[in-house]
Structures are given as structure tokens and as C-alpha cells.
């Protein structure tokens, strides 16, 4: 599946829309390395999505769009992280 997809499906990110622009600020990492929206993703993967005020850090752990949209867990949190107003410089 599509990382921008699958953003979206696992409701990491509301939009694919949305995700397609984080992809393309390189704010998304897959396994560490800047990606394009284009780019797909298998379970296993580690993505790191840095939000304005978070960032977040899982495992794939399905990629099925069909399971996905039954409602079944997309992914493992690893680390997530909170930036407090003084760490913005």
C-alpha cells in the first residue's frame, strides 16, 4: 500500500491530501529515510510522522486496506513525543 494511503487509512493523518503535503515537506520517514508519497509500505515498517506539536514513531503492522477498514490495528506506537513551547526555538 501507498504510505501516503496508508496515512490515511490508519488515521495517523485525516487527509490523504494532507499526508501527500507532509510527505512532500519531508516531515515522513519510512525505516529512517526520507519518502515519496508513492513509496510502499510493508508490515514491519518503522514511520516516523513529526506533527507540529508530536512526534510519532510506529510499526506496521497490517497493511491490508480491506482489514484496515474493518476496523483492525494498523500499527504499534514505538515512541511518541511531545514538544513543549520552550523546545520551539
Not at 515522513?28 to 510493508?42: D, E, Q, T
Not at 506496521?60 to 474493518?70: Q, Y
Request: aromatic content about 4%; hydrophobic content about 40%; glycine content about 4%.
Amino acid at each position: 500500500m501507498r504510505i501516503d494511503k496508508y496515512l490515511k487509512i490508519s488515521h495517523i493523518v485525516k487527509r490523504r491530501s494532507v499526508a501527500q503535503e507532509m510527505i512532500a515537506a519531508g516531515v515522513v520517514r519510512l525505516n529512517g529515510r526520507p519518502v515519496k508519497a508513492s513509496s510502499m509500505v510493508k508490515v514491519g515498517d518503522i514511520v516516523e510522522v513529526a506533527f507540529p506539536r508530536r512526534t510519532l514513531k510506529v510499526s506496521v503492522i497490517c497493511n491490508d486496506e480491506l482489514l484496515l477498514k474493518k476496523g483492525n490495528r494498523s500499527y504499534e506506537v514505538l515512541e511518541e513525543h511531545v514538544v513543549e513551547h520552550k523546545d520551539i526555538p
